[in-house]
């Protein structure tokens, strides 16, 4: 899973917060309107990505998870479609599914991300989804961040066909390069819905996640938020902002990124050491997580099964996150192990691996549709 | 609103929780599963009413908003109908039209609640609802406290007509007798899906809610929890065991329905002084709400807006919990304001009511259909 590893969370800054906060802010445990001087951090923060928004753009949810919710909610009517790629969060699809969406699937790839030529030729047709799901940057689980040209292209597609364009962007800010990827949101603003979450750069169970959405919006979406559950967690809300307010927000995103660095290039010798030939994989830029080709032959569920009744160790084979389409592909997580556990890992996989399988690497595959 | 005194949080013990839990238990911080021992707390909460019930029937939600939302996300089909109350809590209402069901309407009124009888003609007429949504402890917003007959009765009809019952009871614990009343649900665990809030009684941005079900739902609840919200707030939920863990909740308890009779009986009083014969209204035998029923030539909307204006006083008007059937109603809130700002507030919206209405009170109507 997308965990982050708790070993890594603020804890002292935390208590410290949670406890003055409690007991010198009774507003923050009452029913109350949610906290405006997070909303001006959070623009301060999207600022830091390359967005321009301003807090009547900034809607606050119980998560990204509900962000997204919401926004369906908002933009789905009875029947009518959405599109997502062929490989996508199988959180999205869950969440999507219960509202009966046609879905138009878009091939997509590992290596270059979702195919905007197959995207256009769906909109050339006629076809008018009620949005657009994306991941650009750390796509869980294909572990690819697209080009600035791809996301150019994609806000191009989404103005003049006039559709919605969700950008679900929970890992944005753990990028491993020098600079992180501007999301969409940068290149249009009112077409481009931009999800944005703490969970994992601060902690998830403050269910601290975003919206950044045309201002327009902003009212209906706290209609449909309030009758589904009424109030956020102001709690945790003020609990942010108190910790943001210290100014330790930015040395702690350095240093889990610097963490989070190494075990991603520990992940991949352990790849190269143990998967050599057998598997293909590109090196993530940013998130947590390594996106595996394995031969056509091998069926990643069925290499789980086993993985998990002779090696205790687990992954999120390509058939939980493509509707069932593919077999031969393995989500891998980073961020939750340290680099012995994950070398670790990645060998007792490599071992069961090795054994029900002698493989021709000519028959992987790259791109999925 | 329905609001609880921020003064009367337990800031001390909980600011002292949360430092200790967040330093302490790094899984408090992460994505992880309902709160176990959480579960088995609100099960011995729930015994203290009168309810037999275990943790695998307790489902933890973001508030009892959140409950209701799931439940009706559970059983409504699209085109199903509904019963609610021709008086009934507006964020039910709410809640309830996002899913455009068929609403049937019973009668009730301030003085017995649910016109049972009503209800009865409806079952045996062939309406088969998705569920029946009551409030039978301090009704939002009438106040009334069903007598024991009347549960015993709903309970019958539910299992005899075979359709769920929503029990909302987030007022359940602020009685100001000498006992509470025991849930519906102590006459049927099969067809009574009960929902509870530490809101009303703890504080309310720690959004804890929870249904207790038929275990076999347990799962689907969960799975419906999850598309739309990915995981609870573990943070609040082990803050809260911590807090329930010192053994200070039920001094607590006692405490704040203390504080609640005086201003129950500080708003009767004044009732008493400023509305006398002008309007009629039942002493509230729980909750926080007083209901007035103001002479029929009076619209408590109209009212509203001149107390807003003239006097700073607000009131729910009965047009918004009514779906705009009646006007001559009011909903009263005493928790939130001690008994010198109730006594202020009640003489200033008398004033104004004997300004703009002299009235008999012969035309006063006690009964909603």
Redesign the interface.
């Known amino acids: ?1 997308g ?2 590893d ?2 890594l ?1 603020p ?2 800054a ?3 917060a ?6 010198n802010n ?7 309107l949610p906290c405006e001087p997070l909303k001006e951090k959070i623009c301060a923060y999207m600022a830091g990505r390359g967005v321009d928004c301003s807090p009547d753009s900034v809607f606050l949810t ?2 990204a ?2 962000g997204v ?1 919401l926004i369906a ?1 908002l933009l789905l009517d ?1 029947g009518s479609s959405i599109v997502e790629e062929s490989i996508s969060y199988p ?1 999205f699809q ?2 999507i ?2 509202f009966l969406p046609v879905v138009l699937s878009v091939p997509t790839s590992p290596v270059d991300g979702i195919d905007i030529c197959a995207l256009e030729r769906i909109l050339k047709g006629g076809a008018r989804p009620a949005f657009l799901y994306v991941m650009p940057t750390a796509h869980n689980p294909l572990g690819v961040t697209l080009p600035m040209v791809k996301r150019r292209r994609l806000a191009d597609l989404a103005r003049e066909f006039r559709v919605p364009l969700v950008e679900d962007d929970p890992y944005g800010s753990l990028f491993y390069g020098s600079i992180s990827s501007a999301p969409i949101r940068t290149f249009d603003k009112n077409w481009v819905y931009y999800v944005g979450s703490f ?1 994992k750069v601060l ?5 601290i996640g975003w919206i950044v959405a045309p201002p327009e919006h902003i009212r209906s979406l706290s ?2 938020k ?11 809300h003020w609990l942010v902002d108190a910790y943001l307010e210290s100014n330790e927000f930015a040395a702690h995103l350095r240093m889990i990124r610097s963490v989070y660095r190494e075990r991603r290039d520990a992940m991949n010798a352990a790849l190269l050491e143990h998967f050599g030939s057998t598997a293909t994989w590109i090196v993530p830029e940013a998130g947590v997580f390594f996106w595996v080709n394995l031969p056509d032959s091998v069926d990643a569920s069925e290499l789980l099964t086993t993985c998990l009744e002779n090696e205790r160790v687990a992954f999120l084979p390509a058939e939980a996150c493509s509707r069932g389409k593919h077999k031969n592909g393995m989500r891998l997580n980073f961020s939750r192990c340290n680099p012995g556990q994950i070398a670790d890992g990645i060998g007792r996989i490599g071992r069961i691996l090795h054994r029900i399988n002698s493989v021709d690497p000519q028959t992987m595959r790259n791109d999925f549709d």
């Open positions: 899973m965990l982050p708790p070993q969370f804890v002292a935390m208590a410290d949670s406890r003055k906060l409690i007991l009774r507003s923050a445990l009452q029913y109350t119980h998560g998870q509900q919710y909610k009875l959180g869950h969440l599914d219960a969970s902690a998830p169970s403050l269910r209609v449909i309030e009758a589904s559950d009424l109030n956020i967690s102001t709690l945790s």
